[in-house]
């Protein structure tokens, strides 16, 4: 039968397939667009089964916050490939995730994947746009952020992202992007010393230990100069303790504080694809 092209349209937008993939459908379906769509959805199944042990290292990291700016999500969706991580349709179907994400309020990385989108779970778009672009996708990575005032960075390429959360509301924006670029940049383990997990703590004064006995250090003083390495530690990788990245004469403690006396950072979250 004759298949009309605003048929192979709608199909088109329907499911994100491409032109000959969605007139291939109709035909078999004998211009059924409801068994076309569910052809479609098939071979979603199919190339995702296929594809399933193939490795999905590329894609993207996107992070935004609601209009209130009291919360931010930030989600990861991987392809096979950094053509396909590149290509708008792509991107846009990360951003429609991460849109409904943060309308729903999403708890966690399952709560997404469970969320409906035109009457479909996230999970299921998923395995039907693993049959439309032809690659394996995945998404690995969820989080969610509330605080008074939140900002989300994206550093250019979609590859690194970050969520910061401040005690105020109403932050002045350009600060908060300062911060956001800050985490982005300079990768701290956590918001201040006192925040740094135990096991990270120990692990950086065992090496700081092994360091100094290779340099013939006495064993009985190896506690004591490790200490100092641990300040050091601090300094560089917790975030209040850093040199402030556009003036490293004052600490990122400093400039909030410059700026507000009571201004502090609750937390943050930060996603690198080339990590």
């Known amino acids: 039968m004759e298949i009309s092209a605003s048929d192979v349209m709608k199909l088109r937008k329907a499911t994100g397939a491409g032109m000959m993939d969605c007139k291939t459908a109709l035909t078999e379906a004998e211009g059924d667009f409801s068994r076309a769509t569910d052809i479609i ?3 979603g199944k199919l190339v995702a089964s296929k594809r399933a042990d193939r490795d999905a290292n590329e894609g993207v990291v996107l992070a935004k916050v609601n209009a209130t700016r009291t919360s931010g999500a930030l989600i990861v969706l991987n392809c096979e490939t950094d053509f396909v991580a590149k290509n708008e349709n792509f991107v846009a179907f990360a951003e429609r995730i991460l849109d ?3 309308a729903n309020n999403a708890a966690d990385l399952n709560a997404v994947k469970a969320m409906l989108l035109d009457g479909r779970t996230v999970e299921n778009h998923i395995i039907e746009q693993t049959g439309v672009i032809g690659e394996k996708l995945d998404l690995p990575f969820y ?4 605080a008074e005032t939140v900002v989300a960075y994206i550093h250019p390429g979609n ?3 970050t969520l910061v959360g401040f005690n105020k509301a109403g932050v002045d924006v350009q600060v908060t992007k300062d911060i956001a670029m800050q985490v982005a940049a300079m990768n701290p383990v956590a918001v201040d010393k006192d925040d740094v997990p ?3 703590v120990a692990k950086e004064l065992e090496i700081a230990k092994e360091k100094f006995r290779q340099e013939g250090k006495p064993e009985a003083m190896l506690d004591k100069i490790s200490q100092g390495a641990l300040v050091k530690f601090y300094k560089d990788s917790t975030l209040l303790n850093q040199a402030f990245i556009k003036e490293n004469k004052q600490t990122v403690s400093e400039f909030l504080k410059s700026i507000d006396k009571g201004l502090a950072v609750t937390g943050f979250f ?3 694809l080339t990590d």
């Open 41 to 43: 959805r098939e071979k």
């Open 100 to 102: 409904a994400a943060i």
């Open 143 to 146: 989080s969610k952020l509330d």
């Open 159 to 161: 590859k690194l992202s």
């Open 198 to 200: 135990a096991e990270i």
């Open 270 to 272: 930060r996603y690198n």
